[in-house]
């Protein structure tokens, strides 16, 4: 089996997906982007991902890119890892769930640092900041209400890929001006999955 390379960045999405091939025990190289030097928007980056951002996995066959397409790469890749459940509407509900934090939660949190991408004002960029704690807050009471309690991780009984999203976003709750404890089920969750050891693999 070829080896995978991923493309990330600290502090991104890009860390659930460093997560998942840890757990998966996948062999691959992790390659480590400078966003503060720019090198997401260098011609060798871009020759690999035209969008510019992370992560980026490539793989024998091609690249891939969007966090939720890669971690259901990872886990059909590595089946024997069961990073995602066989049944239809389980894995149904993990789509919802990634979905659901890709196209809201992390738009929501992107309007504090990447406030340009929407307005090219400073006084509308700074509106759109002041509100992120309000919007993060209730991302995370629908999370909080919708996605947890029925067991310990994000499907119940077994841990999957969405854990480490998970995982990965609510890391970011505190930047964002939102403390993680007022979600007393975020918060646990949060420090089950930083207790795994292919966890602390990742993020060493």
């Not at 207790?195 to 060493?204: D, E, F, G, N």
Request: one cysteine or more; aromatic letters at 10%.
């Amino acid at each position: 089996m070829s080896q995978l390379t991923l493309y990330y960045a600290p502090g991104t999405c890009a860390q659930a997906v460093r997560i998942a091939l840890h757990e998966a025990n996948a062999p691959h190289e992790a390659v480590r982007l400078d966003f503060a030097a720019g090198e997401q928007r260098s011609p060798a980056y871009l020759a690999i991902n035209p969008k510019g951002r992370v992560p980026a996995l490539v793989t024998e066959q091609g690249v891939l890119s969007e966090t939720p397409a890669l971690l259901m790469y990872v886990a059909q890749r590595f089946p024997e890892a069961r990073l995602a459940p066989t049944d239809a509407f389980a894995l149904a509900r993990m789509q919802e769930f990634h979905s659901y934090l890709a196209s809201t939660v992390h738009v929501a949190h992107a309007h504090r640092p990447r406030a340009s991408r929407w307005a090219d004002e400073p006084e509308a960029q700074a509106a759109m900041q002041r509100k992120v704690p309000a919007n993060m807050t209730e991302c995370f009471g629908m999370i909080e209400q919708h996605y947890l309690g029925q067991g310990p991780w994000v499907l119940g009984e077994q841990y999957s890929v969405a854990d480490g999203y998970l995982f990965t976003v609510a890391g970011w709750l505190k930047g964002d001006g939102v403390d993680m404890a007022q979600f007393p089920q975020v918060h646990a969750h949060f420090q089950r999955v930083a207790a795994r050891p292919a966890v602390q693999r990742a993020l060493a």
